[in-house]
């Protein structure tokens, strides 16, 4: 069982369609991730959001665009996707409490994208 | 910059067998490493990590990983493994430039056979 929840875990769109990605988590964890992940590869690091603010952006194209609403909510809006762009796009949260850092992610299941 | 390397695409092993699955890392500084299992169509599911401290650390499912400094490795290991093993491993290295991100091997697939 996952504490990431993303939804919805498939979606199929057409190239001028606009959708979203939405991931939440309830584990008091303050930085959020999107990773892209193509079959049969590693994760690919997206976007960080770090208290609510966007720390790393990975030279993503702007048809992609994270928003954070909250500390518990990410979001991933697509307009003028590509076919190239069909992934698994996987939500992450990194605990920031007291303490040592360690590093671990935690992983949502993945929202699996296709466009048409 | 920091890396991880795993040289195998798939590992083969015998149900009841001991399974290792190989990783090697480069970074500058003291070492974060993990473990993530991914299941078809799934997400990564935590499995171990070395932060500092015993060489030898031990996860979830019966996974332990060995770390190895001057050989730069952190090989994944489990003594008897199952055919519900079979998945995909990938070794991952925190980013040492205060980035805060993970950034993973490109993956070795478990094949148990019964």
């Known amino acids: 069982d996952t504490e990431v929840t993303q939804t919805p875990k498939h979606l199929v769109m057409g190239m001028t369609n606009k959708k979203s990605l939405k991931c939440e988590q309830h584990?008091?964890?303050?930085?959020m991730y999107w990773y892209k992940q193509k079959a049969k590869k590693p994760p690919e690091l997206m976007f960080v959001y770090s208290y609510e603010k966007l720390s790393i952006n990975e030279s993503v194209p702007s048809r992609f665009s994270p928003e954070c609403p909250n500390s518990s909510l990410l979001n991933l809006h697509l307009h003028a996707l590509q076919p190239e762009d069909s992934a698994l796009y996987l939500c992450a949260s990194r605990g920031s409490k007291a303490g040592p850092y360690t590093g671990e992610l935690f992983f949502g299941e993945g929202s699996r994208l296709t466009v048409l | 910059a920091q890396s991880v390397a795993q040289p195998e695409d798939q590992v083969n092993v015998a149900e009841g067998n001991p399974l290792t699955v190989k990783c090697t890392y480069s970074?500058?500084?003291?070492?974060?490493l993990f473990w993530y299992v991914q299941y078809p169509n799934r997400g990564l599911q935590f499995l171990l990590k070395y932060i500092t401290g015993d060489n030898l650390v031990k996860g979830s499912y019966g996974f332990e990983a060995e770390f190895n400094k001057s050989q730069t490795s952190f090989h994944l290991k489990k003594p008897s493994a199952l055919v519900s093993d079979s998945a995909l491993y990938f070794c991952?290295?925190?980013?040492?430039?205060?980035?805060?991100?993970?950034?993973f091997g490109s993956g070795t697939r478990l094949q148990v056979q019964p």
């Open positions: 991952a290295v925190r980013d040492g430039t205060g980035r805060r991100a993970l950034t």
């Open positions: 584990m008091g964890h303050r930085a």
């Open positions: 970074v500058s500084g003291n070492p974060y």
